[in-house]
């Protein structure tokens, strides 16, 4: 665990850095000397629980992860970037821990579970209610919950840690067992569960963990495990999660999908759909970098489009060309924009070729999930949020299990709310089959960009058909950047464990490597 071998070392040796809590996430630092001061208040313990949540959005809005696990899958297009993001959609030397694809999310991760931690330990001492340190506690666990649940898709089987660490003792920890991990972040999310309110009023700010937020968890958390493991009775609890929110009757979908994008409406965070999302501010450390990453850029400085780098991923151009052309959620792509008088325009037509015949400068339609054109000309500071949670996602959570455990007609119902609020008709019955293919399919529309598509792919054993079929067909179509597929990932596929991390930890056992699919 190098990266979090480097953070506690300045952990010990000069001062942490947390922060008040304040509905915006206002960074005020406490500095500390000696870390064995912290925590003499309740002040100071909230001030550490909203380090945790720093630490959690900083990893999971990090502008590597996200476009680097889209473009593991057929819905993010092959793009130029120093990252190599078209080697990672033909699934290039895949077996190389060296170059692990997620390291920068592993050691983020840590440094998220260290921090939560922290709180828990420290909050001990602290003289205030069961009530209030538990709310905090909650919290935290749900951050070190999720972000293990996104170490276990990734890398399977992980340490964990059972307490905070200032030092570099005691970080030779080996990995858990799969089965362990996942019964480790169920045990937080029931603790969860039982300490936190329905949702935030005006006395518990909106933007925080809830009791619906640990309840959409768990209903994503049964659902993955269901579906790897064939299971009835995860399928069961999924539902059983997803209906005590839509019982609730605390969230409901916004009427209209643009509505949910800040770059289309100022009011959409935290909104009615929202569970759980990102909270960004037009403020130095606390900007969405993904607006300026993928923005468009290169020779163009356009206000409102992002200004570093030029246009770094985005939809694929198949997937796009998927949607109805009714679909109300094509209008999250930026597809044309003006610049000093001239057009720029995306056309199928280019194939896909930078900069295309009609001058688009990318490879494919900007995703307006991430802009923000509402801040700032330059967009130095862009504030969009990023969903975690939606209740959009509960539905569909809430169809799919339904429909495998053979009750159709309460799946459609719930397929056709997400189905029919993009604009579309209602769908009629197909069978339990071809049901579960337009649930996917609907998935696919709704999250595309959102960093989830990935995950749904794998645990359902369709990436690596999917993949075989989009990159055979973007070779044959002389699409950019479009390289035959390398590897072909199975079901199992567990992605390694960054080397350096295994070289510093001589407890932590590598993955093996994974064997491909057949090619052809």
């Known amino acids: 665990m190098r990266q979090l071998k480097y953070i506690l070392r300045g952990l010990a040796l000069l001062s942490l850095l947390i922060f008040n809590s304040c509905t915006n996430l206002d960074e005020k630092p406490y500095t500390f000397i000696d870390p064995d001061s912290f925590y003499k208040n309740e002040e100071q313990l909230n001030a550490g629980l909203t380090n945790v949540y720093n630490q959690f959005r900083s990893m999971m809005s990090d502008y590597t992860y996200i476009m680097r696990i889209e473009e593991c899958t057929d819905f993010g297009q092959p793009c130029q970037t120093k990252e190599n993001g078209h080697y990672i959609n033909c699934w290039y030397d895949i077996n190389n821990a060296s170059s692990s694809t997620f390291s920068k999310l592993w050691g983020a991760a840590y440094v998220t579970i260290n921090s939560t931690n922290t709180v828990l330990a420290r909050g001990e001492k602290i003289d205030i209610s069961d009530e209030a340190k538990s709310c905090i506690y ?77 309840q959409a968890l768990l209903s994503e958390v049964y659902l993955t495990l269901a579906s790897m493991e064939g299971n009835n009775e995860y399928y069961q609890k999924c539902v059983d999660n997803c209906e005590k929110i839509i019982q609730s009757g605390v969230y409901s979908l916004v009427s209209n999908y643009s509505d949910l994008w800040y770059a289309f409406n100022i009011n959409a965070k935290n909104n009615q759909e929202s569970i ?155 069978g339990q089959d071809k049901l579960d293919e337009a649930i996917f399919q609907e998935r696919g529309w709704e999250f595309i960009g959102e960093a989830k598509l990935y995950y749904d792919e794998l645990r359902t054993d369709r990436l690596g058909k999917r993949l075989k079929e989009f990159m055979k067909r973007g070779v044959a179509e002389g699409m950019y950047l479009f390289q035959e597929l390398q590897f072909v990932p199975q079901k199992s596929f567990l992605w390694k464990i960054p080397q350096s991390d295994v070289d510093s930890n001589p407890a932590l056992e590598q993955n093996p490597d994974n064997l491909s699919g057949p090619l052809n």
Request: proline share 4%; net charge negative.
């Open 138 to 214: 909650a919290q935290a666990r749900f951050m070190r919950a999720y972000t293990y649940f996104v170490l276990v898709r990734l890398f399977g089987g992980v340490p964990i840690p059972e307490t905070f660490t200032n030092s570099l003792e005691g970080l030779e920890i080996p990995r858990k067992s799969i089965d362990e991990v996942y019964d480790y972040i169920l045990e937080d999310l029931d603790y969860c569960e039982a300490h936190l309110p329905i949702r935030g009023t005006n006395k518990y700010d909106v933007w925080r963990v809830s009791k619906g937020a640990v």
């Open 276 to 430: 759980f999302e990102l909270q960004f501010s037009a403020e130095a450390k606390q900007a969405n970098w993904c607006h300026q990453m993928f923005g468009f850029a290169n020779s163009f400085t356009i206000p409102g489009y992002g200004y570093m780098f030029y246009h770094r991923f985005g939809p694929s151009i198949y997937a796009w060309e998927s949607y109805d052309k009714k679909d109300a959620r094509r209008d999250a792509f930026v597809t044309e924009f003006f610049y000093n008088g001239t057009k720029y325009e995306f056309l199928a037509s280019d194939n896909g070729f930078y900069p295309g015949k009609k001058n688009w400068v990318s490879t494919t339609p900007g995703n307006a999930k991430f802009y923000d054109y509402q801040t700032s000309a330059d967009l130095k500071c862009p504030s969009a949020n990023i969903y975690m949670l939606r209740y959009s996602e509960v539905l569909l959570n809430y169809a799919e299990a339904k429909n495998k455990l053979g009750s159709s007609d309460e799946a459609l119902d719930k397929l056709n709310m997400v189905h029919q609020r993009a604009g579309l008709p209602a769908l009629d019955n197909m």
